[in-house]
């Protein structure tokens, strides 16, 4: 039994059991990834995958049982290398951080550029997607460190932390007649214009979905978007009232746009960092981690890490 027999197990479920995405994440030939794959079957003495001819369609029972064994040994042999290069030099390697739009475009910035100062040889991957993306990517090894809104609480694989919590704003150009009302905004307000909002599963947008349900009001969302700075161009446009997060919002830099304050319409959101349970983290991604929220420290982080032996 050796790495690449367990990688590509581990790569055929993450590619859907297509083997030439495999032998292309894996950078060698089909059939080299065919022969590991049978080799390791064979040591075993058990089929790992069900077949339909030549081609993999799922996995055995005995393939379910042995999947989680092969992702722990070959995230442990991860761990080794990171520890390994720790004490090599402590302020020089690579630190990958998954997360949404939001976080990435207004949350992160200064913190990364601060990082980037004190540690200016570690190379530093930005990843954006989905909060169901982000977590995909800790789950599968892909990034260390994964900031969002929604989802990664759910995710039993993940240990995620509390960051800070936030709210919505209402934007509208200039001159809407929102941006006159001296009335507190209400819901049945919003719900007499178009609305532009995030989709579905982004940045809160439950909360918002959850507050118009519970007044018995059915809003007009005439589009969604993942990214802020998409919603607040279409809402230059006039072409509806927008709901972002109050962090997107920038009286100094969005001169078009008014803004309008919604904490009182929409329940507080909290968005999380996460790490993938079991995982080895460098000295510089706990260093990161605290200059983005200062009350996970170190000690904080590894308590909430110390059950990764458990597993």
């Known amino acids: 039994m050796n790495f690449q027999q367990l990688k590509a197990l581990r790569e055929a479920v993450r590619c859907n059991f297509n083997l030439t995405e495999v032998s292309e994440s ?95 040889s570690v190379s530093l991957n930005l990843h954006q997607g989905s909060p169901r993306q982000v977590a995909d990517m800790l789950l ?17 694989g993940l240990v995620n932390l509390p960051c800070y919590r936030w709210s919505h704003a209402v934007i509208v150009p200039a001159h809407h007649p929102l941006a006159a009302q001296q009335a507190p905004l209400s819901l049945e307000d919003l719900a007499r214009h ?10 809160g947008r439950s909360h918002i979905d959850e507050a118009f349900a519970r007044a018995g009001i059915k809003p007009d969302i005439i589009m969604t978007a993942m990214d802020a700075d998409v919603i607040k161009t279409y809402v230059e446009l006039e072409m509806g009232v927008g709901i972002v997060a109050s962090i997107a919002w920038d009286g100094e830099r969005d001169t078009r ?3 309008i304050d919604a904490r009182h319409l929409f329940e507080v959101n909290l968005t999380r960092l996460a790490m993938r349970r079991g995982a080895w983290l460098r000295g510089y991604a706990y260093h990161l981690i605290e200059m983005f929220v200062p009350t996970l420290t170190r000690d904080v982080v590894e308590a909430a890490m110390g059950s990764r032996d458990e597993d």
């Open 26 to 120: 894996l950078h060698t030939s089909q059939p080299g990834v065919s022969r590991q794959i049978r080799e390791l079957e064979d040591e075993l003495g058990v089929e790992i995958f069900v077949r339909s001819g030549k081609r993999l369609t799922g996995l055995t029972p005995p393939g379910e049982a042995i999947l989680p064994l092969a992702e722990k040994i070959l995230q442990y042999a991860d761990n080794i290398r990171y520890a390994g290069a720790e004490f090599v030099d402590s302020k020089k390697g690579e630190l990958t951080i998954a997360a949404t739009h939001s976080q990435a475009r207004y949350a992160l910035p200064q913190v990364i550029k601060e990082f980037r100062k004190q540690y200016p």
């Open 140 to 156: 599968q090894g892909e990034a260390d460190l994964g900031v969002a809104t929604e989802v990664l609480a759910n995710c039993a």
């Open 194 to 203: 178009p609305i532009i909002t995030y989709g579905q599963g982004y940045t």
């Open 257 to 259: 746009l008014h803004g």
